[in-house]
């Protein structure tokens, strides 16, 4: 009986000790598990300060690196506007070279004459109507001559081998006027061509054509009144 019941204390001894071995074990886990759970949760919050910090400094980052974006930027706008700007200058300087060396090279020959080879002659001679008479004889044949050198030497044509304009009247009381044309060239085909008749008339007359009757006054010439010869 005592055995049994040391045996039975023990074992439900033994099982208490065990139950509260049990208990302790448990209680010691609990006890880890719960150091284990605030060091859980200090790691996070050290990580999130950790990672809150990286952000800051991120963003810290960007805002000092971003004045120096902008001014990247700026200085890559500035490279190209200059370079914008050369290209431009270029090209007008090659156009400008182009034109005047066009220019050069395409200079009339016309204009270029010697004067004094010009040996040979060629005379016109023929009369006109004033739409009113002179009252000064004098100074009528002089604005009228005046104005015949002005048309023949500003001809483009004839300009460089016009000679002389001479005027003269047929009476007092007579508003017709007579007209002599003097030419001088250098070679004889230019005498039925550039001087023949007919371009020599056709100047004056277009001339007579684009008259205007209320500036030209006294100075009004009648068109149709115009008459030209060759002199032989």
């Not at 002599?180 to 008339?201: A, G, H």
């Amino acid at each position: 009986m005592t055995e049994e019941f040391w045996s039975g204390h023990r074992t439900g001894k033994h099982s208490w000790v065990l139950h509260r071995r049990g208990k302790a074990c448990s209680t010691t886990k609990e006890m880890v598990d719960g150091q284990d759970g605030e060091a859980s949760v200090e790691m996070n919050l050290l990580k999130q300060s950790n990672n809150g910090g990286e952000t800051g400094m991120k963003s810290k980052h960007k805002d000092r690196t971003s004045p120096q974006n902008c001014l990247s930027r700026r200085g890559e706008k500035s490279k190209k506007l200059i370079a914008a700007l050369i290209v431009i200058v270029l090209i007008t300087v090659v156009i400008v070279i182009s034109v005047l060396a066009c220019c050069a090279n395409n200079v009339d020959e016309d204009e270029n004459f010697d004067r004094t080879t010009f040996n040979l002659q060629q005379k016109f001679n023929g009369s006109f109507q004033m739409q009113t008479p002179f009252s000064n004889e004098t100074q009528g044949l002089n604005d009228v001559q005046r104005k015949l050198t002005e048309l023949y030497e500003s001809s483009h044509a004839l300009g460089r081998f016009f000679s002389n304009a001479e005027t003269f009247r047929l009476g007092s009381e007579s508003a017709v006027v007579q007209y002599k044309l003097e030419f001088i060239f250098p070679e004889e085909e230019l005498r039925n061509s550039i001087l023949s008749r007919e371009m020599v008339y056709n100047v004056f007359r277009q001339f007579l054509y684009d008259q205007n009757e209320e500036e030209s006054g006294i100075m009004f010439i009648v068109p149709t009144s115009l008459e030209m010869h060759t002199m032989h």
